[in-house]
């Protein structure tokens, strides 16, 4: 069972970068499709991007494409989230998420496994 800790949110100006990283640990990293989420105060979990298993497919939400990067180093049992001209509207819990299945996902229900988020706060 893989274990999930995600780190490098904190409180940016708008316009501002920053990268998230999600650690694994407890599994074989390179079985696992990974997944973005994130959560605003008061709103659902929504998607934000996601990665194959070897890192060659990578998926975005429409409204942050141009803006985010995901990525992932196997031999490092990390993925990566690489978010740019952030905007206040990005604030929220950002969470990483594993999955077994050789589908790659974007709804939060098809992943089994979750870190316990990271806060991003975009100030205006």
């Known amino acids: 069972q893989v274990q999930l800790v995600e780190s490098g949110g904190g409180l940016v100006q708008a316009g501002g970068s920053l990268r998230l990283s999600c650690a694994a640990s407890?599994?074989?990293?390179?079985?696992?499709?990974m997944g973005w989420f994130r959560q605003a105060p008061g709103k659902e979990r929504e998607f934000v991007a996601a990665?194959?298993?070897?890192?060659?497919?990578?998926y975005y939400r429409d409204s942050m494409k141009g803006r985010v990067t995901i990525s992932r180093d196997n031999a490092k049992n990390t993925v990566y989230l690489q978010m740019n001209s952030l905007k206040p509207e990005d604030t929220a819990v950002y969470y990483c998420?594993?999955?077994?299945?050789?589908?790659?996902?974007?709804?939060?229900?098809?992943?089994?496994?979750w870190g316990q988020g990271t806060q991003v706060a975009v100030s205006s």
């Open positions: 998420a594993a999955d077994m299945s050789l589908v790659v996902h974007r709804t939060f229900a098809e992943y089994n496994y």
């Open positions: 407890g599994g074989t990293f390179s079985r696992y499709s």
């Open positions: 990665i194959s298993r070897s890192g060659s497919n990578t």
